[in-house]
């Protein structure tokens, strides 16, 4: 397993995309959720729907930020996974996710 992927947001960035891409595989015919939750284990995303495309030889998953992932400034984890029915893929990403004040500088 690879080291998870740093991400760093503005509290004010409602409405931004982010996207994560899963190389040289094809799980177009997959859904994709979205899972943040803080360090001690509380989740803030639970769940929510990626949309999934094939953009040869990848997988892109996007996610458009909602409240409940922008509204507390801290450190956070998250991983998406995909699924088919109820039967989950053992390949997922994981990463770090940290929320800033919006003035803060990235």
Do not use: H
Request: with cysteine.
């Amino acid at each position: 397993m690879t080291d998870p992927v740093e991400i760093e947001v503005k509290k004010s960035n409602l409405g931004q995309t982010l996207t994560f891409t899963f190389e040289d595989v094809d799980y177009s015919s997959y859904s994709a959720r979205i899972n943040i939750w803080k360090r001690d284990g509380t989740k803030i995303v639970k769940g929510d729907e990626c949309i999934v495309v094939y953009d040869d030889p990848n997988t892109v998953a996007s996610y458009i930020l909602t409240a409940s992932g922008t509204q507390t400034i801290g450190n956070y984890n998250g991983e998406i996974s995909f699924y088919s029915g109820s039967s989950f893929l053992e390949s997922s990403k994981t990463f770090k996710w940290e929320i800033k004040r919006s003035g803060e500088g990235l």
